[in-house]
Nanobody
């Protein structure tokens, strides 16, 4: 079993910055994908940023140039640095990981519990 624990959410003024963290723990042979999703009230959950096999990162158009995803392999962690935050960035942010726990088992998807980010004056 794998657990994802997020931290770093909160209330910030428009134009401000926040850094989200997510640490994976449990039986981890390989982490194939780590990503951040978000869900605003009344809207579907959407992909914010992802990083595949440590190398390849992708961003939603709405956050390009403002958000940066990064990983720390030694800590099995993923981070989301969010700059120039806007009110429309307000949402619950979820950590996502695709993890292989054993050589014989297929990769599985895991989600964190979510952390609230509110951008408001």
């Amino acid at each position: 079993q794998v657990q994802l624990v997020e931290s770093g959410g909160g209330l910030v003024l428009p134009g401000g910055s926040l850094r989200l963290s997510c640490a994976a723990s449990g039986i981890l042979l390989k982490i194939n994908v780590m990503a951040w999703y978000r869900q605003a009230p009344g809207l579907q959950r959407e992909l914010v940023a992802s990083i595949v096999n440590v190398v390849s990162s992708n961003y939603a158009d709405s956050v390009k140039g403002r958000f940066t995803i990064s990983t720390d392999n030694a800590k099995n962690a993923v981070y989301l640095q969010m700059n120039s935050l806007k009110p429309e960035d307000t949402a619950v942010y979820y950590c996502y990981a695709v993890v292989q726990s054993a050589g014989w088992s297929p990769p599985k998807v895991y989600w964190g519990q979510g952390t609230q980010v509110t951008v408001s004056s």
